[in-house]
């Protein structure tokens, strides 16, 4: 139960209070009305109006001080009365709920969001996609899920409690009996409850691996199918889907087991409860009846606590998956400082700089220095560190030794934020949106013209395809640029990076998909764009080298200035 509470109550206090007392009202509205028909069960049975039992008395007594007489038509409106107030406050407490759940099922969203976009590079990359994707999707959906049940479960259970405290009034033994009632049909399902328990472990389990196993899937699938061995993800999906399809199993059979024993177990207990107080206690009629109904409501909410504590069981783990998960992004928050930024262009320099990352030096001691608005080239056997040297310059890894200064600011002093925002970068593996070009290239933001797009893609030698294109900039381009060719989808990363009028460019393997004579135009175009800006160009390619005013080569863990000559080894 303590879960209950902690899953409730995650999201403050006021308003999870407002809505137990809005719900504990309509259940006290709903007591009223129980022990408004005690009297009138009497009248019924003959007895005129009944006195004999201390429900009697407070009707009398309630009625009285507001003025009403007793009689069955006031007795009547009473019961249409508290029905349709319980009713209201029950409707009323149900939006406030719905309210409450989808204000956390956001909430849990834009943090996870907000956390994911300050974490540090070097924690992101090294997650697999699937856990974000899990946790912004089924776990997202399950705590909400977990949130909203636990908060039904506190309102059954103060119901519960309400509907107790008037069992207490009936009489001494009745409430005793009901107390036994109700820790019978909560004990007997106890088998199924650990059962539900273990279901919801396993489902979020399996699920997360079948996402996993489907990602990787996905993004690899054209190779896979182009060697026919597809078959092989299949299989794969196959293990993952047969224990979910086991969990699901499990679950659904633990969820109606409970609910089935429910009512058979109830009816042997009334029926036992009704010859104990008939046959030994000599209750009469009345009193039966009335306990009888009161015993029902009783049940009705205990099933209730029961159903929602068990969606909890069910769900919480993912609940407190999506917690944890949202403590480690955070704990690797990247620190970002508002300090200075230097008036860009300016020279940018390594000077001395080691790097390794976990398990595996990449460079030491290196020197290198990219002139203020001038072009220089890395080039280097693959794996040999280029684009380690990229991400540094682009404060996305830090040095492990030595210092990078942007003019004479070292790195870690910057306003890393307005640095980036001066960087115009073409990853290796650009991912594009499935959506316009325009939106591809403006990435959204408002304050980029569609005019500045078009001189962007003109720019990136880009322009010539895109007006020919059904729409135009308005073109949608696909699941990751699908409907593009990889030189074409190269070219709208090129003009994505342009169209923010950087002061450094940083362009890796940036035209490795495209033939020699447009990579030679979009050279020549970068070198044109020089000396407003800074261009780093990392690449295997001959055009870049002779197209730099500096080349650097990165060779086992050593970066040595390169003539120009060199440009064939590249
Ligand atoms: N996030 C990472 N964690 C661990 N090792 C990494 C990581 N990223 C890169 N590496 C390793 O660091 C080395 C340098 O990688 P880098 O991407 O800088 O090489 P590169 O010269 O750009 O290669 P290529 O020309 O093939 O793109 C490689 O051996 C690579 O395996």
């Not at 849990?108 to 956390?115: E, H, K, M, S, T």
């Not at 009996?177 to 539900?196: D, F």
């Not at 499990?250 to 429910?262: F, G, K, N, P």
Request: proline residues 3%; charged residues 15%.
């Amino acid at each position: 139960m303590r879960d209950v509470f902690r899953i409730f109550f995650s999201t403050g206090w006021r308003q999870q209070v407002l809505i137990l007392i809005v719900l504990l009202t309509s259940g006290i509205v709903e007591v009223v009305g129980i022990a408004t028909l005690w009297p009138i069960i009497g009248i019924i049975g003959g007895e005129g109006m009944p006195n004999d039992h201390i429900i009697d008395d407070y009707i009398r007594w309630a009625l009285e001080a507001v003025g009403l007489p007793l009689t069955i038509e006031v007795l009547l409106g009473v019961i249409l009365g508290a029905a349709i107030l319980s009713f209201a406050f029950g409707t009323a407490g149900s939006v406030f709920v719905g309210r409450s759940v989808a204000n956390f099922g956001t909430g849990i969203r834009l943090q996870l969001i907000d956390a994911l976009v300050r974490a540090r590079w070097s924690y992101f990359v090294a997650q697999p996609v699937a856990r974000f994707t899990a946790a912004m999707n089924s776990d997202a959906e399950r705590a909400s899920v977990a949130f909203k049940s636990a908060g039904m479960c506190l309102v059954a259970l103060t119901q519960a409690a309400v509907l107790m405290v008037m069992a207490i009034f009936v009489s001494w033994p009745f409430f005793l009996g009901a107390v036994a009632i109700a820790t019978v049909l909560w004990l007997a399902v106890g088998r199924y409850m650990r059962m539900a328990k273990k279901a919801g472990r396993g489902k979020s389990k399996h699920n997360l691996a079948l996402l996993h196993s489907v990602t990787d899937a996905l993004t690899n699938v054209k190779a896979l199918k182009a060697m026919n061995r597809h078959t092989f993800i299949g299989h794969t999906f196959a293990v993952h889907i047969d224990r979910l399809r086991r969990a699901t199993q499990a679950e659904t059979y633990s969820t109606s087991a409970m609910r089935a024993i429910q009512e058979p177990l109830f009816i042997s207990l009334l029926l036992g409860g009704l010859y104990i107080g008939h046959t030994f206690l000599g209750m009469d009629l009345r009193v039966m009846l009335g306990s009888t109904l009161l015993l029902k409501r009783i049940a009705d909410a205990i099933g209730s606590v029961r159903a929602n504590y068990q969606r909890v069981a069910l769900d919480r783990i993912s609940y407190w998956q999506l917690q944890n998960l949202l403590a480690e992004i955070r704990a690797n928050r990247e620190a970002l400082i508002s300090g200075n930024l230097p008036p860009l262009p300016a020279d940018i320099t390594l000077a001395n700089v080691s790097f390794s990352y976990p398990g595996k030096q990449v460079m030491q001691h290196a020197n290198l220095t990219m002139d203020a608005g001038r072009l220089t080239t890395v080039i280097g056997p693959s794996g040999a560190g280029k684009t380690t040297i990229a991400d540094m310059v682009a404060g996305l890894h830090a040095p492990t030794e030595g210092t990078i200064t942007v003019g004479s600011t070292p790195i870690d002093q910057l306003d890393m934020a307005a640095w980036r925002r001066q960087l115009g970068y073409i990853p290796q593996d650009s991912i594009l949106f499935n959506d316009t070009i325009l939106n591809n290239v403006s990435l959204g933001d408002p304050r980029i013209q569609e005019s500045e797009v078009r001189e962007a893609l003109v720019a990136a030698d880009a322009w010539g395809f895109v007006s020919k294109l059904p729409g135009g900039l308005n073109f949608s381009i696909g699941v990751r640029g699908s409907l593009l060719s990889g030189g074409q989808r190269q070219r709208l990363a090129i003009a994505r990076a342009l169209v923010g009028q950087p002061r450094l460019l940083i362009l890796d393997e940036a035209t490795s998909a495209l033939d020699q004579k447009t990579a030679q135009e979009i050279a020549k175009s970068a070198q044109a764009l020089t000396g407003s800006r800074t261009i780093l160009a990392i690449t295997h390619q001959a055009l870049w080298v002779d197209a730099a005013d500096a080349v650097y080569e990165i060779r086992d863990g050593k970066v040595t200035m390169a003539a120009p000559a060199l440009s064939g080894s590249a």
